[in-house]
């Protein structure tokens, strides 16, 4: 089961990714890679992009977005497909009932009872559903759609969900990413690849760890440390310097998504004791404060870096719309997890079948922290075209690929 207990495994493997992939392809390239990327370069699927013009309502006289090669996820368990299969750690999907639902009916490693929002974003995009980091086969081939280096109990600080085990941080990420690139300036050369990485889109979901990992546990005294303010302002900071990095090796189309309401998750309703069902104000408070300091970084950014387009999405907002107009899309069970027990079944986490409730997609929560399919798929929406609620920032997804100014 825990088959890289080693210290560094992402290093490791990189190395091995690396040289299985000059040697086993070393034939191929350039000129099949090239054509690999021309291919990408066209929308995969013409009925679907007819069909999601259809859905918001453009005039079909509107010219196709230029394309997008391929879609990069960095982030936590809200986004992670199977990176921690390969790691040493509790916080594991690879059993069921996770997955139930999912194309395969099999546990990938998604949090959830299906889709996550990054699967239906690339169906958006007309790319395939994105591999993980360290699932995929290392040839380039692969990479060249988009690769998730998401790592369930990864935070921005370090640290944060060492508890757990091992896992991937947001600053190791960016460096894979980094390795990522490298790979692809060896295989393709340094045009091809810049122009691959510029016109891809980014997409970043991390930060509830450490909340839930951290800042919420009190490690190291850091409540009398930083006020939640002071807090949300560091993690800010590392999360721009990230950002930084990314548009250093070249990056141009970022989504950085904001934390969803986890004061509303099973888990803070069963550990707090709410008795009514009543959301937890307290850490609901400073998740709003979280989002609101990183709107303002994004809008930093877009200054300092004009020709990079960076938006950020508010999952606050879209998933209270769904709490509250719970009815409208479909939902009975706002508080009570699918899969757990306990009060709210927030008590002991997910890790059995029969723990789990029949039908899902009436339900807002999967398991403890996590929101199930039918909750991704609408905040997925929402972040391509602002179906259901406007949740991003100046301008979704959809519009970010279509080259639009603010
Ligand atoms: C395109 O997508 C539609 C549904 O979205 C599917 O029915 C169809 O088989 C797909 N076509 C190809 C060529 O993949
Ligand atoms: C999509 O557009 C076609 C005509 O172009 C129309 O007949 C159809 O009803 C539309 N579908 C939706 C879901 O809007
Ligand atoms: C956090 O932990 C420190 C000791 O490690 C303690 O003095 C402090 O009261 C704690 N803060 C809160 C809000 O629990
Ligand atoms: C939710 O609706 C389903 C049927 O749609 C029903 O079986 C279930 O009992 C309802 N749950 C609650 C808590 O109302
Ligand atoms: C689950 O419930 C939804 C609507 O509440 C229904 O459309 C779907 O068929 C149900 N699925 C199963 C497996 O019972």
Redesign the pocket.
Known sequence: MLKKLTLFPPIILTIIIIDISIQSSSLQYPHDLINIIADSVQP??D??QT?SENETHEPSSKPLPPPVPALFVIGDSSVDCGTNNYLGTFARADRLPYGRDFDTHQPTGRFCNGRIPVDYLAQYLGLPLVPSYLGQTGRVEDMIHGVNYASAGAGIIFTSGAELGQHISFTQQIQQVTDTFQLFILSMGEDTATDLISASVFYISIGTNDYIHYYLRNVSNVQMLYLPWNFNQFLATTVKQGIQNLYNIDVRKIVLMGLPPIGCAPNYMWRYGSQDGKCIEMINDMIMQFNFVMKYMVEELRHELPDANIIFCDVFQGSMDIIKNHKRYGFNVTTDACCGLGKYRGFIMCISPEMACRNASNHIWWDQFHPTEAVNSILADNVWSGKHTDMCYPMNLQDLVAGKAE
């Open positions: 995969q699927n009925s679907f069909k």
